[in-house]
């Protein structure tokens, strides 16, 4: 029995971690509520993980998983940039705040009932488009423009419901006799965010950044490059 529900308190967790990330955002703690989608992101990659090894998968786990994404890094994220960059700009900050939740529930949606293919995602996965949204907020004072910010999240919401292909990493194999090295894991994560609530955030934008920029840059270079494969076609006289 515990098997079988293990699974599932992964994801009660992420979803937890996310309504306390809104609940922080609302407060203006942005550092504590970024860190919240990111340990979200680590409990969200372990309930797959646990239930394809344990075999325990099912369409419920499917689709509890898709109802707490929505809500820990389409919201929450959404949320953090609102308080943090959008609340002065009025109903074109509502808008623009509603566009990111809604394009992941749809890209949640498709992924339900078109996987896409192996090896591959089909679209910005929702999870690292809520972390480097709730992340890219704390380098407001760098980036002190809201433009920037405005363009980041509307391209994440764009990149999540296209045809972009980011490489899935969820069934790399893992030697079972590693699995215990998960809780050490996340037990120096946990030390390192409440040591350095500032910067520890900042520094897991940057790979989720790469990440996003990767499929994006694949996909233009491949269309390039079938654009170059295609015969020209002769002038006529």
């Given at each position: 029995?515990?098997?079988?529900?293990?699974?599932?308190?992964?994801?009660?967790?992420?979803?937890?971690?996310?309504?306390?990330?809104?609940?922080?955002?609302?407060?203006?703690?942005?550092?504590?509520?970024?860190?919240?989608?990111?340990?979200?992101m680590?409990?969200?990659?372990?309930?797959?993980?646990?239930?394809?090894?344990l075999?325990?998968?099912?369409?419920?786990?499917?689709?509890?998983?898709?109802?707490?994404?929505?809500?820990?890094f389409?919201?929450?994220?959404?949320?953090?940039?609102?308080?943090?960059?959008?609340?002065?700009?009025?109903?074109?900050?509502?808008?623009?705040?509603?566009?990111?939740p809604?394009?992941?529930?749809?890209?949640?949606?498709?992924?339900?009932?078109?996987?896409?293919l192996?090896?591959?995602?089909?679209?910005?996965?929702?999870?690292?488009?809520?972390?480097?949204?709730?992340?890219?907020?704390?380098?407001?004072e760098?980036?002190?423009?809201?433009?920037?910010?405005?363009?980041?999240m509307?391209?994440?919401?764009?990149?999540?419901?296209?045809?972009?292909?980011?490489?899935?990493?969820?069934?790399?194999?893992?030697?079972?006799?590693?699995?215990?090295?998960?809780?050490?894991?996340?037990?120096?994560?946990?030390?390192?965010?409440?040591r350095?609530?500032?910067?520890?955030?900042?520094?897991?934008?940057?790979?989720?950044?790469?990440?996003?920029?990767?499929?994006?840059?694949?996909?233009?270079?491949?269309?390039?490059?079938?654009?170059?494969e295609?015969?020209?076609?002769?002038?006529?006289?």
């Open positions: 029995m515990f098997a079988k529900t293990l699974p599932s308190m992964f994801t009660v967790g992420n979803l937890f971690l996310g309504i306390i990330a809104i609940i922080l955002s609302v407060h203006g703690e942005w550092q504590y509520a970024a860190i919240m989608v990111i340990i979200g680590l409990l969200d990659g372990l309930d797959g993980r646990v239930a394809r090894m075999n325990t998968q099912s369409e419920f786990g499917k689709e509890l998983d898709s109802l707490s994404d929505v809500i820990s389409g919201v929450a994220p959404a949320l953090i940039m609102y308080v943090a960059i959008l609340q002065d700009m009025g109903i074109a900050g509502w808008v623009i705040t509603a566009i990111f809604i394009c992941g529930a749809l890209r949640l949606a498709r992924f339900n009932v078109e996987p896409g192996p090896g591959f995602f089909i679209g910005l996965p929702i999870t690292a488009a809520g972390g480097v949204l709730a992340t890219m907020v704390l380098y407001s760098i980036a002190t423009s809201p433009i920037f910010h405005i363009l980041g509307l391209l994440l919401s764009y990149l999540m419901i296209s045809r972009v292909k980011y490489p899935n990493f969820k069934n790399l194999g893992v030697p079972r006799r590693t699995y215990w090295i998960v809780p050490l894991f996340l037990v120096a994560l946990a030390v390192l965010a409440t350095y609530p500032e910067h520890f955030p900042k520094f897991v934008f940057f790979p989720l950044a790469l990440y996003a920029v990767y499929g994006l840059k694949r996909s233009v270079n491949r269309r390039r490059q079938r654009n170059a295609e015969p020209v076609e002769e002038l006529k006289p």
